[in-house]
């Protein structure tokens, strides 16, 4: 079997899998067409209409699954930008991911595909929320961990209430580091971070997204395209001595992130300052529901449209899982995956 050459039946996809603080990430790196546009948002429109079907074969089962994530690297659309990144999962193609940055970043560096410059050792990545600049923290065996400065986080609503079937009025932050998130007390629900109560944090978070979406219009100062609600975050105190806190990020249709979030990370900064909670310069960890963790800090201010933002950095750890030539058969039935949720 170790000698098996695909016939030319096949199409081939190749990838490289990591996963940042528990949280997979797919990144294909030969066998798609390169996405259309002059623009970061034009690459990602013309992905969503004419490469939806290489997301589905990706994320979706038998060969990805429920929580499945991953992306598309693409020429940059920036002057100055490394290359550029559009992030697919299990509902579609998010306009920024954390933990995809920190993934990618390691990547590129431990293939070679970027070979920082030591006297400007940013990467700089266009994403559909904007320029993100990362940095390859190097130890005696490679990268050890990334930081990242993201695009410019900012609270739009802090206390809001909203009405939810079946669990009533609940309050909430809104939050945006790259996506929008609304932000609930974990205890508020009698709900905990923890493995334990997976299947009520799924249950609950989209009710509570969905709730959201159909009560409030979410507008974002720039970019229509950005203008969504990605997800819920739910907060709960740590069970580990220095750490902040904790997060479950239930996004999409109904996914869990595994890691704190890069962009809920960001997000609950500018909710945190907001709320006079945390100040420049003050670094912070927070844990996923697995108690991996990021820390987080801010590292200056700044103004998106008229509300005050932070601009966070976030540093994490990913690692390589594997090297992979999918094969799809196009007599396969079922070559365009499907999804059990």
Do not use: W
Not at 11 to 27: C, L, S
Not at 67 to 76: L, R, S
Not at 152 to 179: E, K, M, N, Q
Request: aromatic share 8%; proline share 6%.
């Amino acid at each position: 079997m170790d000698h098996f050459i695909p016939s030319g039946k096949y199409q081939k996809i190749a990838t490289i899998d990591a996963h940042t603080a528990g949280e997979p990430f797919r990144i294909i790196t030969s066998g798609v067409p390169e996405p259309k546009g002059i623009t970061i948002l034009e690459k990602r429109r013309d992905a969503k209409a004419n490469l939806d079907h290489i997301r589905k074969i990706l994320m979706f089962e038998p060969r990805g699954h429920a929580d499945m994530y991953g992306c598309f690297i693409t020429e940059p659309a920036t002057p100055g930008a490394d290359f550029g990144i559009l992030f697919i999962h299990n509902e579609g193609f998010s306009t920024m991911c954390g933990h995809g940055i920190i993934a990618v970043t390691t990547i590129a560096v431990e293939t070679g595909f970027i070979e920082p410059n030591p006297l400007d050792p940013e990467i700089k990545i266009d994403t559909p929320a904007g320029l993100v600049r990362a940095r390859a923290n190097m130890g005696p065996h490679g990268v050890e961990s990334v930081s990242f400065k993201n695009v410019a986080s900012f609270a739009p609503d802090i206390d809001a209430i909203v009405t939810v079937p079946d669990l009533g009025d609940v309050r909430y932050d809104l939050g945006f580091g790259g996506a929008f998130y609304a932000f609930v007390n974990a205890k508020d629900l009698n709900l905990e971070c923890t493995p334990d109560y997976f299947p009520l944090l799924i249950e609950k978070g989209r009710k509570i997204k969905n709730a959201v979406m159909a009560q409030k219009k979410i507008i974002h100062p720039y970019e229509e395209d950005l203008g969504f609600l990605y997800g819920t975050i739910f907060v709960d105190y740590p069970d580990i001595e220095g750490v902040h806190s904790r997060h479950c990020c239930v996004f999409a249709e109904g996914e869990v992130d595994r890691s704190p979030t890069g962009t809920g990370v960001s997000a609950r900064l500018a909710i945190l300052n907001q709320k006079n909670k945390i100040k420049k310069n003050e670094c912070i960890q927070i844990n996923s529901i697995i108690n991996s963790s990021f820390t987080g800090e801010i590292t200056d201010y700044a103004k998106a449209g008229e509300h005050s933002a932070v601009i966070p950095k976030i540093t994490g750890s990913a690692y390589i899982t594997g090297k992979h030539e999918f094969l799809i058969d196009p007599s396969d039935p079922l070559n365009q995956g499907f999804i059990l949720r």
